[in-house]
């Protein structure tokens, strides 16, 4: 009889409670991690150039954008990231005057998934000089909006550079125009759809500048619309990734980036972002400036994120889904 009651409560075990340690070994398994280390001060460095008053506050079509442009192509090219049109610098068909985009890419290790890419991206202009100055401070220097976003990019061109170790090919982008109405974005969109590319997913950092203070890293935009957020929990093996019920209500995922991607490819194009309207009033302001920047957050930020985006580009198979 006890042979029979052990018998059983072992089948029981390997019915109900199997699974379940399956599933929590297959979490743990897909957990990716990095020798890597990002460092403060080269965060500290770029954020600095980019939010400096040289720069006039990059506004789309100004000179100190043409800086900004000039620093990260720099930045690309002393990191072997390859341009991946005939130059770093691609002139926007969608205003007036005179602006590009700058991009870069690494080209993946594996014959088949090489032709897939990810995007990872980040607006680099801003609003300018205002005409009504703050106690004699008239440039907007937009180092949270969204020179934070643009600096993590960097690093994270850096890290793949030296990595080596993407299957599917990476995409660095530095957007102009984005606050003058998604503009570099809605201009390559465009011209990467009609040539074909091949868009696994978009991944755009904005604002991040300043914690959060919540019980996760960050927050995605879209929440609901792709697996990005559990997949990227998934492959930190952290909850990095929360749902912010403000970016629901403000409707975030059509105001950045991210939209103009996800409107002609309809695959997961999310942008993640830490200001949460409760942690930094500055938003269009000129105390927007480098003191006001927290480095070892987005030091932080950027190392929690590496392993979500080294597994993000390495998966043998199509993991990052639409949800509708």
Same mark, same amino acid.
């Given at each position: 009889m006890k042979k029979n009651i052990f018998t059983f409560a072992a089948a029981a075990f390997t019915l109900f409670?199997?699974?379940?340690?399956?599933?929590?070994?297959?979490?743990?398994d897909s957990k990716s991690?990095?020798?890597?280390?990002?460092k403060a001060d080269e965060v500290a460095a770029t954020l600095q150039f980019l939010a400096s008053d040289e720069l006039e506050g990059r506004e789309t079509g100004q000179i100190g954008l043409v800086k900004a442009a000039d620093y990260l192509e720099k930045i690309l090219k002393d990191n072997n990231v390859k341009p991946y049109f005939t130059s770093y610098k691609d002139t926007l068909s969608t205003f007036k005057g005179t602006a590009f985009n700058v991009v870069g890419y690494i080209e993946g290790t594996d014959a088949k998934l090489?032709? $897939?890419? &990810? &995007?990872?991206?980040?607006?680099?202009?801003? =609003?300018?000089?205002?005409?009504?100055?703050?106690?004699?401070?008239?440039i907007n220097n937009g180092a949270n909006d969204d020179a934070s976003g643009t600096t993590a990019v960097a690093e994270m061109a850096k890290y793949f550079s030296q990595a080596k170790n993407n299957k599917r090919s990476v995409?660095?982008?530095?957007?102009?125009?984005? $606050?003058?109405?998604? #503009?570099?974005?809605?201009?390559?969109a465009?011209?990467?759809?009609?040539?074909?590319?091949?868009? @696994?997913?978009?991944?755009? =950092?904005?604002?991040?500048?300043?914690?959060?203070?919540?019980?996760?890293?960050?927050?995605?935009?879209g929440f609901d619309k792709s697996n990005m957020a559990a997949k990227i929990n998934e492959y930190t093996g952290k909850n990095t990734i929360g749902f912010l019920p403000k970016e629901a209500e403000y409707q975030l995922f059509f105001r950045s980036d991210n939209y103009s991607f996800y409107d002609l490819f309809k695959v997961p194009c999310h942008s993640v972002s830490t200001f949460d309207f409760e942690n930094f009033? @500055? @938003?269009h302001h000129v105390a927007d400036d480098f003191k006001a920047m927290d480095?070892?957050?987005?030091?932080?930020? &950027?190392? $929690?994120? #590496?392993?979500a985006i080294t597994q993000m580009a390495n998966t043998p198979t199509q $993991?990052?889904?639409?949800?509708?």
């Open positions: 409670v199997a699974p379940t340690v399956l599933a929590q070994q297959k979490a743990v991690t990095v020798n890597y280390q990002v090489k032709n $897939e890419f &990810i &995007i990872l991206s980040a607006h680099y202009d801003h =609003i300018g000089i205002t005409k009504k100055g703050v106690n004699g401070d008239f995409l660095f982008v530095f957007f102009a125009g984005e $606050e003058k109405g998604l #503009l570099g974005s809605k201009h390559l465009k011209k990467l759809k009609t040539q074909g590319f091949n868009l @696994y997913a978009h991944f755009n =950092i904005e604002m991040i500048g300043v914690p959060m203070k919540r019980d996760y890293l960050a927050y995605i935009t009033e @500055y @938003y480095i070892p957050h987005m030091t932080s930020f &950027i190392q $929690e994120m #590496l392993p $993991e990052m889904k639409m949800l509708k």
